[in-house]
């Protein structure tokens, strides 16, 4: 079984960023659900992007812990996690901006929304760990 699983990805640091990314997300998602909340657009979008960006983690971690990047070579993963990373960016921190101007003071919505901005954190830094990673990859002098 041990053949099968690669599990060295998390035990990095892309991959404790990519759990506790998971598990902060699914927590803002927990607390938007259990609450009636205002405004059901604000929340709807919040709702729809911390559960896809959730499932696309999970998505991503799957095929990373079951080698995919190394039978497919032909991908650039690095650039892969990055675009990840910064689509995820985009939309977790704008529906977490929204989410804290309509919380209107309750607590429950206050903590999503401040979760979603500490996701966003969580992957800013991932977006800098892929950067430099891809540029350490990338060779010296262009092809002649």
């Known amino acids: 079984m041990m053949g099968i699983l690669s599990l060295d990805y998390l035990l990095s640091k892309q991959g404790i960023l990519k759990i506790a990314q998971l598990v902060?997300?699914?927590?803002?998602f927990a607390c938007v659900r259990?609450?009636?909340?205002?405004?059901?657009?604000?929340?709807g979008?919040?709702?729809g992007v911390t559960l896809?960006?959730?499932?696309?983690?999970?998505?991503?971690?799957?095929?990373?812990v079951f080698g995919l990047p190394k039978r497919a070579s032909f991908v650039n993963w690095l650039i892969v996690e990055l675009v990840l990373d910064t689509l995820g960016f985009i939309f977790i921190s704008t529906g977490s901006i929204v989410a804290a101007v309509?919380?209107?003071?309750?607590?429950?919505?206050?903590?999503?929304?401040?979760?979603?901005?500490?996701?966003?954190?969580?992957?800013?830094v991932s977006m800098?760990?892929?950067?430099?990673?891809?540029h350490r990859t990338q060779p010296v002098d262009p092809p002649v």
């Open 128 to 134: 800098i760990l892929s950067f430099v990673a891809v």
């Open 45 to 47: 979008f919040y709702e």
């Open 102 to 124: 309509k919380s209107y003071g309750v607590p429950i919505l206050v903590g999503a929304s401040v979760c979603g901005l500490l996701a966003s954190y969580l992957l800013v």
């Open 24 to 28: 902060i997300l699914l927590v803002a």
């Open 34 to 43: 259990s609450t009636w909340y205002n405004s059901f657009y604000a929340y």
């Open 52 to 64: 896809g960006y959730s499932v696309t983690i999970i998505l991503y971690v799957f095929l990373t």
